[in-house]
């Protein structure tokens, strides 16, 4: 597909859409209401379409067709606001997704990802020196947040930097410019130890082995030189960054203790298995739960707030193997493709690595289709530029 250059008004929505997403990262910021914030989204994709025609992108299309089909087939409360979700929804990855392109939408989005990817580091350096100078707003109910909401927020983030500054230290040429990447790949793993999120902690490292693997898959002995010499290198700096591990240990002797590691999702996996179980093939409904089957759903009966545990169960369960499927297949493609593919070069490693990270993250945090979580806006956008490396090599 042709590139385009983006329009003046493109343009000013660049800056606009990184502040209005940061609504949702940053308590400081004035809260923006939803129907303003869907509405942006919904007012670009029209003027994207308007500007420059419109192409399907079979890609995600089966994952659409199985959400109506979801939807229609279930009775849904009313208080889950069902249309309001699914157009909440459509609105975000309409805009930044990959169901439908045009030149602009293209070069539109891929300016977005890296401006937004800039942003995701300079949060996360905030926040470090902000822990470092011992300011008060950094610390929550949730332990360390930094400059965000709570800190299984800041985890990801935090992990999504340090695998952007390994791949900005392998484009830069200049020796200060590859000190500097490590200097923010180091505050980036120091943060992400400190969120406390085991999740985000090891879908990080997956990311990483993801990344060099592929940096390295023609030189193994040298690969294989850096992971020892890195695992020397942890041990002799252990009692530097071991007691910043400390809230990680203390979720995991709370688990031993109570039984499983995974105890704070238990309840949460079991209502889904169990939804799907009994609606295997469409689900129970788009972005919603069975209250009344699942006894241990966690639901606001006022605001249909839910609490997922899991994107992957909560595909499985909301939308049945079908609308699992829809999303799991393509998505497995992108990340087998960014790993077989040499042509993808280190922009395709890169996105790979940040697959990975997100495959299994998804395991644990039910964002998926949360039109409203930055991670929902950031995986969807990450999906758009998979697409794109993908389709253009």
């Known amino acids: 597909m042709m590139v385009a250059t983006t329009d003046i008004l493109s343009r000013i929505a660049l800056p606009g859409v990184l502040l209005l997403t940061l609504t949702k990262v940053i308590p400081y910021f004035y809260p923006i209401p939803d129907n303003v914030y869907y509405a942006v989204f919904l007012v670009l994709f029209i003027w994207f379409v308007l500007r420059g025609g419109l192409k399907i992108s079979y890609t995600y299309i089966p994952f659409l067709v199985?959400?109506?089909?979801?939807?229609?087939?279930?009775?849904?409360?009313?208080?889950?606001?069902?249309?309001?979700?699914?157009?909440?929804?459509?609105?975000?990855?309409?805009?930044?997704?990959?169901?439908?392109?045009?030149?602009?939408?293209?070069?539109?989005?891929?300016?977005l990802f890296v401006y937004v990817l800039a942003v995701i580091r300079w949060i996360v350096i905030i926040s470090f020196f902000a822990w470092a100078f011992r300011?008060?707003?950094?610390?929550?109910?949730?332990?360390?947040?930094?400059?965000?909401?709570?800190?299984?927020?800041?985890?990801?983030?935090?992990?999504?930097?340090?695998?952007?500054?390994?791949?900005?230290?392998?484009?830069?040429?200049?020796?200060?410019?590859?000190?500097?990447?490590?200097?923010?790949?180091?505050?980036?793993?120091?943060?992400?130890?400190?969120?406390?999120?085991?999740?985000?902690?090891?879908?990080?490292?997956?990311?990483?082995?993801?990344?060099?693997s592929r940096i390295y898959r023609h030189r193994v002995e040298r690969l294989a030189r850096l992971v020892f010499m890195l695992a020397i290198l942890a041990v002799l700096t252990a009692g530097i960054w071991w007691p910043y591990t400390e809230r990680i240990r203390s979720k995991m002797e709370g688990g031993k203790i109570a039984g499983s590691l995974t105890r704070s999702r238990d309840d949460l996996w079991d209502?889904?298995?169990?939804?799907?179980?009994?609606?295997?093939?469409?689900?129970?409904?788009?972005?919603?739960?069975?209250?009344?089957?699942?006894?241990?759903?966690?639901?606001?009966?006022?605001?249909?707030?839910?609490?997922?545990?899991?994107s992957w169960l909560f595909l499985l369960s909301s939308m049945g193997i079908t609308g699992f499927l829809a999303?799991?297949?393509?998505?497995?493609?992108?990340?087998?493709?960014?790993?077989?593919?040499?042509?993808?070069?280190?922009?395709?490693?890169?996105?790979?690595?940040?697959?990975?990270?997100?495959?299994?993250?998804?395991?644990?945090?039910?964002?998926?289709?949360?039109?409203?979580?930055?991670?929902?806006?950031?995986?969807?956008l990450l999906l758009s530029e998979c697409n794109k490396v993908i389709n253009v090599k």
């Open 271 to 310: 209502a889904r298995m169990t939804e799907f179980k009994g609606f295997p093939i469409f689900g129970v409904g788009f972005a919603t739960v069975k209250p009344d089957y699942a006894k241990t759903n966690k639901v606001n009966l006022e605001t249909g707030t839910i609490e997922p545990g899991s």
């Open 66 to 111: 199985a959400l109506f089909i979801s939807i229609w087939v279930n009775e849904i409360p009313a208080y889950f606001k069902v249309w309001f979700r699914v157009l909440a929804f459509l609105s975000v990855v309409f805009a930044v997704g990959p169901f439908f392109i045009n030149p602009y939408m293209v070069t539109w989005r891929r300016l």
């Open 135 to 212: 300011l008060p707003f950094v610390h929550g109910y949730s332990g360390f947040r930094g400059l965000t909401n709570q800190s299984m927020l800041l985890g990801p983030l935090a992990g999504i930097s340090m695998v952007y500054s390994l791949y900005r230290f392998y484009l830069s040429s200049g020796i200060c410019e590859r000190y500097k990447q490590i200097g923010i790949t180091v505050i980036s793993f120091a943060v992400l130890l400190l969120a406390g999120s085991r999740a985000a902690l090891a879908s990080s490292v997956m990311a990483v082995a993801f990344f060099y």
């Open 327 to 380: 999303f799991f297949i393509p998505y497995l493609s992108f990340m087998y493709r960014m790993f077989q593919r040499e042509s993808v070069g280190i922009n395709g490693y890169f996105l790979g690595s940040l697959l990975f990270l997100f495959f299994f993250h998804l395991f644990f945090e039910g964002y998926v289709v949360s039109s409203g979580a930055y991670l929902c806006f950031f995986l969807w």
